[in-house]
C-alpha cells in the first residue's frame, strides 16, 4: 500500500522560513516525479511545486516562484518543499501527491494525481 506521509508544518509569522517533508512509502519513489499542492479554506486545492523523477525539472506556480523550492532525496524517499519568506496569503493544508507513470512532472492538475498524503497544516500570520 502506498503511503504519502507530509510533515513539517505549523504556526509561523510572515517572512519567516519553514521545510516541509514527504516521506513515501510502498512505492518506487524515485521514478516518478512529485508535487506539492495546498488548500487553503474555502478555496479549491491548488498547484505548488513539482520536480522531474531525476531532480533536473523544476515547476513552480507564479504565486511561490522565487521563493519556495522543492528538491527530493531518492535515497530517502523524500521529497522537501523549502519556503521562505511566507505571507499570509501562503495559509493552507499542503499535500504531496504523484501520478503514476509521470517521470517529467507534465501534469500539475490535482484530479491527475493517482495519490495523495493526508496533509500537513501552515498557518502564517501576519
Known amino acids: 500500500q502506498v503511503q504519502l506521509v507530509e510533515s513539517g508544518g505549523g504556526l509561523v509569522q510572515a517572512g519567516d522560513s519553514l521545510r516541509l517533508s514527504c516521506t513515501i512509502n510502498?512505492?518506487?519513489?524515485?521514478?516518478?516525479?512529485m508535487n506539492w499542492f495546498r488548500q487553503a479554506p474555502g478555496k479549491e486545492r491548488e498547484f505548488v511545486a513539482c520536480?522531474?523523477?531525476?531532480?533536473?525539472?523544476?515547476y513552480y506556480a507564479d504565486s511561490v516562484k522565487g521563493r519556495f523550492t522543492i528538491s527530493r532525496d531518492n535515497d530517502k524517499n523524500t521529497v522537501y518543499l523549502q519556503m521562505r519568506n511566507l505571507e499570509p496569503e501562503d495559509t493552507a493544508v499542503y499535500y504531496c501527491a504523484s501520478k503514476r507513470g509521470d517521470y517529467i512532472g507534465t501534469s500539475h492538475y490535482p484530479d491527475d494525481m493517482d495519490y495523495w498524503g493526508k496533509g500537513t497544516l501552515v498557518t502564517v500570520s501576519s
Open positions: 510502498g512505492r518506487t519513489f524515485s521514478s516518478e516525479a
Open positions: 520536480i522531474s523523477w531525476n531532480g533536473i525539472y523544476e
